[in-house]
Nanobody, 126 residues
């Protein structure tokens, strides 16, 4: 059974950091494009980072560029999202997703991703 499990969310003060993890079971993440998405109440799901398969190109929207970093640890079959300088606007449920059709370039459209985790809550508040 193909499964993605996110962890690492929580409550953090503005300016703080969190590292989210996305661990896969049943398949090897290095052969998939991986995206991190977030969804805040009343808002659409948006991509905050993605990475092409193996060690492909990374993408970040302007809203998180310079603050978020996506990375892979193939030995652990895990993809990480390091989030620094967090802002209250970053509060959302964060999801990781896997795209089996990804090449070197990753995609930011949620519809490109076949497999999704259950999400982890990130709350940035003082």
């Amino acid at each position: 059974q193909l499964q993605l499990v996110e962890s690492g969310g929580g409550l953090v003060q503005p300016g703080g950091s969190l590292r989210l993890s996305c661990e896969a079971s049943g398949f090897s993440l290095e052969h998939y494009g991986i995206g991190w998405f977030r969804q805040a109440p009343g808002k659409e799901r948006e991509a905050v980072a993605c990475i092409g398969k193996q060690d492909g190109r990374r993408y970040y929207p302007d809203s998180v560029k310079g603050r978020f970093t996506i990375s892979r640890d193939n030995a652990k079959n895990t993809v990480y999202l390091q989030m620094n300088s967090l802002e209250p606007e970053d509060t959302a449920v964060y999801y990781c997703a896997a795209d089996p059709d990804s090449g070197y370039v990753c995609w930011t459209a949620a519809g490109s991703y076949n497999y999704w985790g259950q999400g982890t809550q990130v709350t940035v508040s003082s």
